[in-house]
């Protein structure tokens, strides 16, 4: 009896598993009618037009039809894209003057209300429930705000990925110095003007009144989940724009928003490999989040998602995930560490007599840029994120190095760093650029972070003050917002240098007109660190008890997830958590129920947990995993697909 009970409950899964392959995941090249009369050229991805699902909306400038590419096998909470096209109808539309929707160009339109039509278009064709999300990174998060802003009646929520809604100085100069890779970048993909932007090297009123008309939480009144990366090029924008809409977006929505940061690199979201460092359990976590966001609130799923936390992020270092409720609040005190001679960072101040540093600057030779937030999709063989600053940075006589003693405990940070210098040159202009790393007790010097000020900006973005050769000055380079733990055997260090290209422009060093050709100059420049002039950094620490680790107390429940990716071949990634320290079992079956891997079987804690499963050598087919944490017992189907 046993036996042909489970038949009956296996075979439907196999005659699903055949039709869902046979038919496949197909898109339907569409046009969608603009208010206008103009037409956006659109695909519609899914398995059957006839059953009416919530719809997620892609807009991209980058041509929908990278998209047809992704197609396979349908699966629910599975691959990369479509995220569950068994619950969902995606639609992934070219953006106004661009690839299929090239001829619907107007110069100037407000992209928000081709956001709008297309939603409200959506919710009137058969294969909608009238329900329908957004999702994208990038200029795709961007546009996202703008169609949430002209509040489209059937847009339910939104996912927007590393980017924020506001345009300002900031975007475009750093510490007053053209972020020229980043800009020259974004020209080529037809974004901006470098010519524009470089006419406006100050934060004048032209970009005032663009931060201005860029500045709308107030309009906002759908929930969001906003993702960001410590290595992408804004994550205090992502967080600050966070910030505004728990505060100023529609007071029904302020408390649903919620934030997620991870190890992540602007263009390398949720993969394994991030620059010089892998980080296994990032492994697509932001698309685990966004489906269960989606599911919560376009398919009305009680999966918990209210009670995940406001703030999810990522401790580099420690490597794992943390909660608080509030960001800038986190912190529980700031350490300073003094710059001392022979390149020490102490705590102790320096004393009245000591002796300061030079370096020389040429910006014919400058230092070069060797990872970080670096963004230049043309060139695919720049090192990006953490990379070790060795050989290509700190052997250079243009740098000085600063760094703690061999650490006993660990110390964590986590918000943004301020480092204040106090400097002179022989030249009226020049840079002051930081480097911040992680020194490894086998001596690799991973970039963390960096931030730079041009000395004419140094005490506004605004207002230029030329230097007088020979006069000491304080300025202070921000970096901005991380978490990292540095662990006890490491060391904490920064590079000091006056370039860091081409991520930021060089200074020609001759106090004249920036950004126009001229004559460069040596510059001579030099750091003190006296009781007098006490050069420092600002470190955000806390205690450990300060963030709640895998946030076990936001746990109500038992939980399995749906493996990521699914089908999957031959890697994939199972995530769950149990309520309380017990005895867990985690396994793999076939369809006969046969054990084939035994992923768990020990006493684990309260909290999220997560194991990587090869299937290497398995073969494809449909199998089940099943976790035992005391009386608790869920099963969860995988395709693999080797």
Same mark, same amino acid.
């Not at 339910?156 to 890779?181: I, M």
């Not at 953490?386 to 760094?403: G, K, P």
């Given at each position: 009896?046993?036996?042909h009970c489970f038949t009956?409950?296996?075979?439907?899964?196999?005659?699903?598993?055949?039709?869902?392959?046979?038919?496949?995941?197909?898109?339907? +090249?569409?046009?969608?009618?603009?208010?206008?009369?103009?037409?956006?050229?659109?695909?519609?991805?899914?398995?059957?037009?006839?059953?009416?699902?919530?719809?997620?909306?892609?807009? #991209?400038?980058?041509?929908?039809?990278?998209?047809?590419?992704?197609? /396979?096998? +349908?699966?629910?909470?599975?691959?990369?894209?479509?995220?569950?096209?068994?619950?969902?109808?995606?639609?992934?539309?070219?953006?106004?003057?661009?690839?299929?929707?090239?001829?619907?160009?107007?110069?100037?339109?407000?992209?928000?209300?081709?956001?709008?039509?297309?939603?409200?278009?959506?919710?009137?064709?058969?294969?909608?429930?009238?329900? *329908?999300?957004?999702?994208?990174?990038?200029?795709?998060?961007?546009?996202?705000?703008?169609?949430?802003?002209?509040?489209?009646?059937?847009?339910?929520?939104?996912?927007?990925? *590393?980017?924020?809604?506001?345009?300002?100085?900031?975007?475009?100069?750093?510490?007053? %110095?053209?972020?020229?890779?980043?800009?020259?970048?974004?020209?080529?993909?037809?974004?901006?003007?470098?010519?524009?932007?470089?006419?406006?090297?100050?934060?004048?009123?032209?970009?005032?009144?663009?931060?201005?008309?860029?500045?709308?939480?107030?309009?906002?009144?759908? +929930?969001?989940? $906003?993702?960001?990366?410590?290595?992408?090029?804004?994550?205090?924008? %992502? !967080?600050?724009?966070?910030d505004e809409l728990r505060?100023?977006?529609?007071?029904?929505?302020?408390?649903?928003?919620?934030? !997620?940061?991870?190890?992540?690199?602007?263009?390398?979201?949720?993969?394994?490999?991030?620059?010089?460092?892998?980080?296994?359990?990032?492994?697509?976590?932001?698309?685990?989040?966004?489906?269960?966001?989606?599911?919560?609130?376009?398919?009305?799923?009680?999966?918990?998602?209210?009670?995940?936390?406001?703030?999810?992020?990522?401790?580099?270092?420690?490597?794992?995930?943390?909660?608080?409720?509030?960001?800038?609040?986190?912190? #529980?005190?700031?350490?300073?560490?003094?710059?001392? +001679?022979?390149? $020490?960072?102490?705590?102790?101040?320096?004393?009245?007599?000591?002796?300061?540093?030079?370096?020389?600057?040429?910006?014919?030779?400058?230092?070069?840029?060797?990872?970080?937030?670096?963004?230049?999709?043309?060139?695919?063989?720049?090192?990006?994120?953490?990379?070790?600053?060795?050989?290509?940075?700190?052997?250079?006589?243009? *740098?000085?190095?600063?760094?703690?003693?061999?650490?006993?405990?660990?110390?964590?940070?986590?918000?943004?760093?301020?480092?204040?210098?106090?400097?002179?040159?022989?030249?009226?202009?020049?840079?002051?650029?930081?480097?911040?790393?992680?020194?490894?007790?086998?001596?690799?010097?991973?970039?963390?972070?960096?931030?730079?000020?041009?000395?004419?900006?140094?005490?506004?973005?605004?207002?230029?003050?030329?230097?007088?050769?020979?006069?000491?000055?304080?300025?202070?380079?921000?970096?901005?917002?991380?978490?990292?733990?540095? $662990?006890?055997?490491?060391?904490?260090?920064?590079?000091?240098?006056?370039?860091?290209?081409?991520?930021?422009?060089?200074?020609?060093?001759?106090?004249?007109?920036?950004?126009?050709?001229?004559?460069?100059?040596?510059?001579?420049?030099?750091?003190?660190?006296?009781?007098?002039?006490?050069?420092?950094?600002?470190?955000?620490?806390?205690?450990?008890?300060?963030?709640?680790?895998?946030?076990?107390?936001?746990?109500?429940?038992?939980?399995?997830?749906?493996?990521?990716?699914?089908?999957?071949?031959?890697?994939?990634?199972?995530?769950?958590?149990?309520?309380?320290?017990?005895?867990? #079992?985690?396994?793999?079956?076939?369809?006969? /129920?046969r054990v084939v891997a035994?992923?768990?079987?020990?006493?684990?804690?309260?909290?999220?947990?997560?194991?990587?499963?090869?299937?290497?050598?398995?073969?494809?087919?449909?199998?089940?995993?099943?976790?035992?944490?005391?009386?608790?017992?869920?099963?969860?189907?995988?395709?693999?697909?080797?």
């Amino acid at each position: 009896m046993r036996k042909h009970c489970f038949t009956f409950f296996i075979l439907p899964i196999i005659l699903a598993v055949q039709v869902y392959a046979q038919s496949g995941v197909r898109y339907t +090249p569409i046009a969608i009618p603009m208010r206008d009369g103009k037409f956006l050229a659109a695909d519609l991805y899914s398995i059957d037009t006839t059953m009416a699902k919530p719809v997620i909306l892609i807009q #991209t400038p980058y041509n929908k039809n990278r998209y047809r590419d992704r197609v /396979g096998v +349908p699966e629910a909470g599975g691959s990369p894209f479509p995220y569950d096209s068994v619950n969902y109808t995606y639609v992934v539309v070219d953006w106004r003057g661009r690839f299929g929707s090239k001829d619907a160009e107007v110069p100037g339109y407000d992209l928000g209300l081709d956001g709008y039509d297309c939603v409200e278009w959506i919710v009137r064709q058969r294969w909608c429930n009238g329900k *329908v999300g957004l999702w994208g990174s990038s200029a795709l998060g961007q546009i996202q705000f703008l169609t949430a802003k002209h509040q489209p009646p059937h847009l339910v929520c939104a996912v927007p990925l *590393v980017r924020d809604y506001k345009t300002n100085y900031e975007d475009y100069f750093y510490g007053g %110095v053209y972020r020229k890779e980043h800009v020259e970048s974004l020209a080529l993909l037809g974004f901006v003007s470098t010519q524009l932007i470089l006419s406006h090297p100050s934060e004048d009123l032209f970009w005032q009144i663009l931060e201005m008309n860029s500045d709308y939480p107030e309009s906002i009144n759908v +929930p969001m989940l $906003l993702i960001g990366g410590w290595y992408d090029h804004f994550p205090d924008e %992502v !967080m600050r724009a966070f910030d505004e809409l728990r505060t100023r977006s529609d007071p029904a929505v302020r408390q649903k928003h919620k934030l !997620m940061i991870g190890p992540w690199l602007h263009m390398e979201l949720g993969k394994l490999q991030q620059g010089g460092l892998e980080y296994p359990n990032a492994v697509s976590v932001h698309d685990s989040a966004a489906m269960q966001f989606f599911d919560y609130y376009l398919r009305g799923i009680q999966n918990g998602y209210e009670q995940q936390p406001v703030v999810r992020y990522y401790q580099m270092g420690s490597n794992g995930w943390q909660s608080t409720g509030d960001w800038n609040s986190l912190s #529980t005190s700031i350490d300073t560490l003094y710059l001392h +001679p022979g390149g $020490l960072l102490l705590s102790a101040v320096p004393s009245q007599s000591a002796a300061l540093d030079s370096i020389l600057y040429d910006p014919r030779n400058p230092s070069p840029t060797v990872g970080g937030s670096r963004f230049n999709p043309f060139d695919t063989t720049i090192a990006l994120g953490a990379q070790d600053q060795r050989q290509l940075v700190e052997s250079r006589s243009d *740098v000085l190095i600063y760094t703690t003693p061999v650490l006993e405990n660990n110390m964590v940070i986590d918000g943004a760093i301020k480092v204040l210098l106090y400097v002179s040159s022989d030249r009226k202009d020049t840079d002051f650029s930081i480097r911040l790393c992680d020194v490894y007790p086998d001596g690799r010097s991973m970039l963390l972070t960096q931030g730079i000020r041009r000395m004419r900006f140094r005490d506004s973005d605004s207002t230029e003050k030329l230097m007088t050769p020979g006069q000491i000055y304080p300025v202070t380079i921000e970096l901005q917002n991380i978490a990292i733990t540095f $662990l006890k055997g490491h060391r904490l260090q920064i590079d000091v240098s006056s370039s860091d290209y081409p991520m930021f422009d060089i200074n020609l060093n001759n106090g004249g007109a920036i950004y126009i050709p001229g004559d460069t100059l040596i510059a001579t420049n030099y750091i003190y660190h006296d009781a007098i002039h006490p050069s420092w950094i600002l470190l955000p620490s806390l205690t450990t008890t300060s963030a709640k680790e895998d946030f076990p107390s936001v746990l109500h429940d038992y939980r399995l997830e749906q493996n990521y990716p699914n089908p999957f071949n031959p890697t994939t990634t199972i995530r769950f958590s149990v309520l309380q320290r017990e005895h867990v #079992t985690l396994k793999v079956f076939d369809l006969l /129920g046969r054990v084939v891997a035994t992923l768990v079987d020990k006493e684990l804690s309260a909290g999220e947990h997560f194991v990587v499963y090869s299937a290497k050598g398995v073969p494809s087919g449909v199998y089940f995993y099943q976790l035992i944490s005391g009386k608790y017992i869920q099963t969860k189907k995988m395709l693999i697909t080797n």
